[in-house]
């Protein structure tokens, strides 16, 4: 008797331990991957087709992975050749959350100010962090080989600059040096404006400073800028001051993003100073006076542009032609 109870005793310790077992495989032994228990398998897909792209455009990469995972995945686009260096690019997107199967990665071609000669690029998208990475199986990183064309403005940009600091002096004999220092920003007015060749106007600049003009869709030709000191407050406001004579210095920056940008300075035979009549004066009205200035001059031909001095030196300068920015967009 005694031996048939240890005998079922036996028998159902082993079929409490089969049916434990069973249990457990069935929970853990569902794989929707096929690579493996637990891990999923990526891929990646772009309906960009193309090898070349502008400053300015975007590719999409759409990650998607065949498993849910209790963890997020962060997957990237890492530059692993060319001439191109991660200032060139902006990266975004691409976490796929726990319990999610996609994400999308942008990677977008900064636009620049440099007249940049045509650059290199290889990607390779995948997930990169050594701390999540484990979580994927049979899946193979996308490479990406690219040539990054200079993006270049249709646009010329004309600043003209003349801030500095001027001291004005109280006006007290006991102490001479006594004063304060006044902007030429605030206290000394300049207009600018630009001019065909033939004398028409194109635009100008009259509130600001420093004063700028944004020119578009010039044909060839010759085109001056021109600056009119409006007013100098330097007389009109401090009359009983000791205002210092300096001369104010102004700069020229013709720009052309992707092109060139071409630093003009004053000759210092024709700068004038914080005693300079202005064209008008708010006390008695126009005054008679033309302060002009002519500090630089362009040419446009066959598109393009040559920045000359007042003298007709060659400066510089750089072709411009237009480019749309080109997006591929996610479908």
């Known amino acids: 008797m005694m031996r048939k109870y240890l ?3 036996m028998i159902s310790t082993m079929l409490i331990a089969l049916g434990i077992t069973g249990c ?46 209790d963890v997020s995945i962060s997957y990237t686009a890492k530059i692993i050749g060319g001439t191109a260096t991660e200032d060139d690019f902006t990266i975004s997107g691409g976490v796929v959350q726990p319990y999610s199967n996609e994400a999308v990665i942008m990677i977008v071609v900064n636009v620049d100010y440099a007249a940049d000669f045509d650059e290199t690029v290889t990607f390779e998208i995948g997930a990169h962090g050594v701390g999540t990475r484990y ?47 006044e902007s030429t920003c605030s206290y000394y007015d300049y207009d600018l404006e630009v001019y065909s060749d033939a004398g028409a106007y194109l635009g100008g600049s009259y509130s600001d400073c420093p004063e700028e003009i944004f020119l578009k869709g010039l044909p060839d030709g010759l085109y001056h800028v021109e600056a009119l000191l409006w007013e100098n407050w330097y007389i009109t406001d401090f009359p009983d001051n ?21 630093v003009v300075e004053q000759d210092a035979a024709d700068v004038l100073t914080s005693e300079t009549l202005g064209y008008y004066d708010s006390n008695v009205g126009y005054t008679g006076e033309y302060p002009f200035i ?19 030196t060659d400066l510089g300068g750089g072709k411009a032609t237009d480019r749309e920015y080109r997006t591929q967009r996610k479908q």
């Open 135 to 181: 979580m994927l199986v049979n899946t193979t990183n996308a490479t990406l080989d690219l040539t990054l064309r200079n993006f270049v403005s249709d646009v010329i940009e004309i600043s003209f600059a003349w801030e500095k600091d001027v001291f004005v002096n109280a006006g007290y004999e006991d102490f001479p040096d006594y004063g304060w220092e």
């Open 7 to 9: 005998n079922f005793i």
């Open 24 to 69: 457990y495989e069935q929970e853990v032994v569902d794989p929707i991957s096929p690579g493996g228990v637990g891990y999923a398998t990526a891929t990646y897909t772009t309906d960009f087709t193309g090898s070349e792209l502008n400053e300015g455009d975007t590719i999409y990469y759409t990650i998607t992975q065949d498993k849910q995972l």
């Open 242 to 262: 000791d205002v210092d004579n300096v001369p104010i210095p102004a700069t020229v920056t013709m720009t052309r993003q992707g092109a060139f940008s071409i």
């Open 294 to 312: 002519y500090p630089v001059d362009f040419s446009i031909t066959d598109g393009v542009y040559t920045i000359l001095a007042p003298d007709g």
